[in-house]
């Protein structure tokens, strides 16, 4: 039984050797958690065999390795920050399901329990980089450095760990200390149809020296242009960099300083109506592109460039002490342009292009607009590629046209900017009290400035424009002060460069405290998690918009929150392999920056009842460890009451941009994950993983929205009760076979996803909004069912195979995805917030407003992704 | 020495490899000679003048009918009126140096496109004419009537003459006044020219501004028509003002004072379209 017991620990501490040739390390994270597994009882029952299978062949752990940080790093995690999508990177190495994910399901962008990437924490030796404006973290800023960032304990809600009391959706700790990583050179070089098509990595690490010191560096480079791209209309330009050097001082001491960034400049991809999808006979369109002078030119182009430095001092106190304390300073640089306009919607994809607006389609009943040559006409201009992306040269003209009668440009491409100066400050502190009890505790100090601003990048040949705000155009006087964005600047020309419409920072400042207990005791392991925090906010204003003279510029109040919470777990070992855990938490989280202004954009105003979220979280679990067989079966259930929301978009009934608050916002999340592993040969595996969930609004929400045509709030209630959380399959499962013989491994996966919802529109189910929309009947609304996509199957398939090259390894492994090449399942996407009416005033008196339906259907034509059809990647690197 | 050589090769990859494929863009030079709006094939033919369609047309015209122009006739013609200041919607008007006409087009941006000055050559073939409230006008079938043709329709019958290229030499001098509005002229004389009306009063019914939508005024299809008397307006005579226009929250004027518009006629009522505020700065 003891050796049932430290096998796995062993194991452990036997892969950490290895991925350091055996160089000498006091600070291994495997070593860590190798000490997790010597009081994690699931593993009691974990024999010699199973723990064999679980070592995977270097052939293969360079496939799943490479393939999980290239799906998640590089294809979909952080590379769109302009959509709300976002994945969690959750992979603990106890459990099946949990382990398997974050590698099985990339190609749908599934979300570990539908929850926000702002419920999974990330650590860097001990410190916690989440962006605190929004709590995410953008994995994108670690791409391309995939031999950097190897090393890290991924930890789910309910497993216990040494860093940090786990968010809901798990966290990540990377530890970055040179003397972890591998040493010696490698190269990689990958081909693939995907976001980019060519990448190259080169990393070299001295190991630990005997003299104590360690160094690590990798760059590397990821390309694609416009011929090349999987997208039309994208291209991917993106270096990376890191370096770590580490100085063991004594036995005692070791301090270690990393520093790395990945500059990218990359065109993005926008999403479309099944509509445009048809007429353009691609479930790939990009309305986001156009021709200019006969050359593809993008219109969404992402700069990034988030230069970090990490210091770290390892202090062991004593054999059973030790303390980690790290010093992190991030500046980040977050550019993304965008076509604007102020005269006709200039988007290929815009609804007044499509045959639909023209002809109603859906049949309905009611007075809608039959002109079926129209239809035909728009139905014939889409079957040109030159109609259905953006016609640059028409916007150039058309300023240069107004440049003649010295007016304003009407086209312009802006760049939004959003950086961060980002200081955090942590201590952990660990002590082994015993062999049946365990204490950490930390520290967290953070200090994080979001700067947010807008400039012009290109007038497209216009000359310059005024900082007005062309919504209140009409109410006001183009030169009145109301219609100013910057009275400080009066009436004011911008040009290429300037920075117009809004200019502000964001301030967070955080300070949290954890601890972490727990005790062996006979067959149960207990542990007991808490944290207490503290969260001071405020916004500084650096224009003076005209309607808000008095609360725009400078500083705002500061808002100060309290939160923390408590967490309990334990994990029965019922003996011969079956065990059962079960973790219960409550938490309260202070809401970020980006959801507590009601329009930070234009004033200093905070969210009307702005409060703690508060956060519940269950989870049940059964686990089988058997020689052949390991079973995973767990359920959990969470809920959030007070949450916090903010959403802006164009507002139909008031015919301005809006700015909307959903405060008190109720969710829940349940379901049930399974995953099998079964041992059917020596060398062949069948994994089988599923789970059924549900993630949605349990309540109406209540909604303060402003509209920035005056300045107003206006209070609403939001029908949003049973809205699902969306761009995620909420049901999905999947069977492989994974086939190991010498040096060649071979796997075959089908995937089956379903249940993908679309964000919803809240704007379509605001109350007044569905009267107007003549879904109110006796006391009732009959509320709008939530947009989906499709769902289906996936054949996914990989080989690879480890060759001996001048007595070096030479990996080499091909990746197929998608080989039925089903085109037609959704990622996600949204519902458009339009109305299916325009707001008329009645003929005469001009008091009375009514309705008039609109022949197009915003209802019906939500936007989607779609996954890419088949794809590859192959990959080849070389150790030496 | 090799973490040296690893340094050097970073710093150097960094600038090889990180070259920006968003390069800057420069102002397509083809805009000018070949202006990405309207047809650039287009080859005059024989030239009417808007007097003489609307002569040949006028029997339509004059009974709020219409007509399909199935003679191969060109206009060339000013644009004078469009979109640019939000009043008028969807629709632009022309002259030349005989008269004015509207031209009905289902588009927006036409003053960005089409601004006031801009020459353009018109292929009339296959385009209606008629009348709506007794005003000439050019445009497509909509339900049945005439309505604003297509834009793509349009963008086929239209050839924007560009300064400096061979085709505005071949177009000339066109020289279109503004007259000052005469309430006895007929429509064929007056309707879509721009006009000017001296010494005249504006109604206010009690608001300031030209065109409120708070509902103290009433609205025709979103429109303020108030009452111009005096000077040289006559008596059925109204400034005409969308509540979309963007000097929709101009102060009225206590006094009489001067306006420029366009003028078009509504079953025997003049109605003046100012196109931007310029219009209405109220000199007296």
Redesign the interface.
């Known amino acids: 039984m003891k050796i049932k017991h430290l096998l796995p620990s062993l194991i452990s501490v036997r892969a950490c050797l290895h991925s350091a040739k055996r160089k000498t390390s006091l600070f291994c994270p495997r070593l860590i958690a190798a000490s997790l597994y010597l009081v994690a009882p699931l593993s009691y029952a974990q024999t010699i065999e199973t723990a064999v299978v679980d070592t995977l062949s270097s052939v293969e752990e360079e496939m799943l390795s490479d393939d999980s940080n290239f799906t998640f790093t590089e294809s979909q995690l952080g590379e769109n920050d302009d959509i709300t999508s976002d994945v969690i990177h959750i992979n603990s190495t106890t459990n099946v399901y949990a382990s398997q994910i974050s590698w099985a399901w990339t190609g749908i962008w599934f979300k570990y329990r539908a929850l926000d990437n702002a419920y999974n924490d990330v650590y860097m030796n001990g410190v916690q980089v989440n962006n605190p404006e929004n709590g995410r973290f953008t994995y994108s800023t670690i791409g391309g450095m995939n031999d950097a960032v190897r090393n890290k304990d991924d930890v789910g809600p309910f497993d216990p760990n040494n860093f940090s009391f786990s968010a809901i959706g798990g966290s990540s700790n990377y530890n970055l200390r040179a003397s972890q990583m591998a040493a010696d050179h490698k190269v990689t070089l990958s081909g693939t149809n995907r976001n980019y098509t060519l990448r190259g990595m ?1 990393s ?1 690490g ?1 190991g630990l020296s005997n003299d104590g010191w360690a ?1 690590f ?1 990798t ?1 590397g ?1 990821r ?1 694609s ?1 416009m011929q090349t791209a999987n997208v039309k209309g994208t ?1 991917y ?1 993106s ?1 990376s ?1 890191f ?1 770590s050097v580490q100085k063991v001082i004594n036995e005692k001491h070791s301090l270690n300083l990393a520093t790395w960034g990945s ?1 990218t ?1 990359r ?1 993005t991809a926008g999403a479309s109506t099944d509509e445009a999808y048809w007429l353009a006979n691609d479930y790939q369109y990009n309305p986001y592109w156009g021709y ?2 006969g050359k593809k ?2 219109s969404r ?1 992402v700069t990034t460039f988030e230069p970090s430095v990490l210091a770290t001092w390892d202090f062991k106190i004593n054999e059973d002490m030790k303390l980690t304390t790290s010093a992190f300073l991030k500046i980040a640089k977050y550019r993304s342009t965008k076509l604007n306009y102020s ?2 919607n200039p988007h290929p994809d815009y609804w007044k292009r499509f045959p639909s607006y023209n002809y109603d389609v859906w049949g309905r009943e009611g007075d809608y607009n039959y ?1 079926a ?2 239809f035909w ?1 728009s139905h014939e ?1 889409w079957q040109d590629e030159h109609y259905r992306q953006i ?4 916007l ?7 440049n ?2 010295g ?1 304003d440009a ?1 086209y312009w491409i802006e760049a939004r900017h959003n950086n961060h100066l980002m200081s955090n400050l942590s201590s952990t502190y660990d002590w082994n009290i015993n062999k049946d009890m365990k204490f950490s505790a930390g520290i967290q100090l953070l200090s994080n400035r979001g700067s947010h601003y807008r400039t012009i990048d ?1 007038l497209l ?1 216009g000359e310059f424009f005024h900082n007005t705000n062309t919504y209140l ?6 030169t009145s002060t109301e219609a100013m964005y910057d009275v400080n600047h009066g009436y004011q020309k911008i040009i290429e460069g300037d920075r117009y419409g809004y200019d502000y920072d964001l301030w967070n400042q955080d300070i949290k405290l954890w601890t972490n207990f727990s005790l062996q005791r006979k067959i149960t392991h207990n542990y007991i998690t808490a944290k207490l925090g503290g969260r001071r906010m405020w916004r500084e204003g650096f224009m003076r918009n005209g309607l808000f003279q008095d609360n725009s510029y400078g500083k705002s109040g500061k808002a100060h929150f309290l939160d923390g919470g408590v967490k309990l777990g334990s994990v029965i070992n019922l003996g011969k392999g079956h065990g059962v855990n079960v973790g219960l938490a409550y938490e309260q989280k202070a809401p970020g920056a980006s959801v507590a202004f009601m329009c930070p954009e234009m004033n200093n105003d905070y969210v009307l009842a702005l409060k703690n979220e508060k956060v519940f979280s269950s989870e049940l679990g059964y686990a089988y460890f058997g020689r052949w067989f390991r079973l995973n079966l767990t359920g959990y259930y969470y809920r959030v009451n007070d949450a916090n929301e903010w959403q802006q978009f164009y507002n139909d009934d008031s015919n301005s941009f809006s700015y909307n608050s959903l405060t008190g916002v109720k969710r829940e999340y349940y379901g049930v994950e399974l995953g099998v592993k079964i041992k059917l040969t020596s060398s062949l595996t069948l994994t089988a993983l599923g789970t059924y969930s549900e993630a949605k609004y349990v309540d109406d929400t209540k909604v303060n929205w402003m509209s920035s045509t005056t300045g107003v709030i206006n209070q609403e209630i939001c029908h949003n009760k049973g809205m699902r959380q969306s761009g995620t399959p909420l049901a999905a499962a999947s069977i492989g076979l994974n086939y190991r013989i010498k040096r060649w491994y071979l796997g075959l996966t089908g995937n089956y996803y379903d249940r993908i919802y679309l964000s919803y529109s809240p704007n379509m189910r605001y109350e007044k909004n569905l009267q107007n929309s003549g879904r109110y009947h006796a006391g009732e609304y009959d509320v709008p069912s939530q947009a989906k996509g499709n769902g289906g199957f996936m054949l996914d398939a990989s080989i690879g195979r480890q060759f001996i090259v001048f007595r070096n390894p030479l990996s080499v492994n091909l990746q197929l995805c998608n080989l039925t090449n089903r085109r037609n399942i959704s990622t996600g996407g949204y519902e458009q917030s339009r109305s299916n009416y325009s707001i ?2 009645t ?5 009375e407003v009514t309705t008039k339906p609109r022949t197009y259907n915003f209802e019906k034509n939500p936007k989607k992704f779609y996954a890419q059809g088949f794809n590859f990647m192959l990959n080849l690197n070389y150790r030496f | 020495m ?2 040296k050589s ?2 050097i ?2 710093m150097a ?2 600038f090889a ?6 390069k800057d ?1 420069e ?6 000679s070949q ?3 309207g047809n650039n094939d287009l080859v005059a033919g024989p030239i009417v003048t808007i007097a003489e369609l609307q002569t040949q047309f006028s029997s339509a015209i004059s009974s709020d009918n219409y007509k399909q122009i199935t003679d191969d006739l060109w206009l060339r013609c000013v644009v004078t009126g469009n979109d ?1 200041g ?1 009043n008028i919607y969807k629709q632009i008007s022309v002259q030349d140096e005989t008269a004015g006409i509207i031209i009905g087009i289902n ?3 036409q003053g ?7 020459k353009l050559l018109i292929s009339l073939k296959d385009l209606y004419i008629g009348g709506y409230g007794n005003q000439a006008q050019i445009g497509g079938l ?1 339900n049945g009537g005439l309505g604003r043709m ?1 834009l ?1 329709t349009w963008k086929q019958h239209v050839r924007l003459i560009m300064d400096g290229t061979e085709e505005a030499k071949a177009f000339g001098a066109m020289k279109v006044d503004t007259i000052d509005f005469d309430p006895n002229k007929t429509m064929a004389q007056q309707g879509g020219r721009v006009v000017r009306l001296k010494n005249v009063t504006i109604s206010g019914d009690g608001t300031q501004i030209v065109a409120p ?10 429109c303020v028509n108030r009452t111009i008397s005096g000077g040289n307006a006559g008596s059925k005579c109204v400034l005409r003002t969308s ?8 102060a009225l004027p206590k006094q009489p004072v001067e306006l420029y518009g366009i003028a078009t006629i509504y079953r025997g009522t003049w109605q003046i379209l100012a196109r931007t ?1 310029t219009d209405l700065t109220w000199t007296k």
């Not at chain 1, 150039?396 to 107004?402: D, E, K, M, P, R």
């Not at chain 1, 003929?843 to 008091?847: F, Q, R």
């Not at chain 2, 960005?112 to 801009?118: D, E, N, R, S």
């Open positions: 080169y070299f001295t160094f560096g760059v480079y390309w242009n291209f330009n270096f960099y370096m500059p400049e065109a200019q002078g030119r993008a182009i005269g006709t002109d040559d129209a006409t201009n016609n640059f040269d028409e150039y003209f058309a300023n240069t046209q107004l003649k009668i007016a009407i290109d040949g155009v009409g109410d006001y006087q183009q008329t005033e003929e005469g008196s001009g008091t | 090799k973490t690893f340094i090769a970073l990859g960094a490899l990180t070259a920006c494929q968003d863009w102002v397509p030079d083809s805009i000018i202006p990405p709006y640019f939000g588009g927006s941006d960005a496109f089409m601004p006031v000055g801009q909509y297509e793509s939508d708070d509902g103290s005024v009433s609205l025709v299809s979103n509540t979309y226009a963007d000097f929709k929250g101009v505020q």
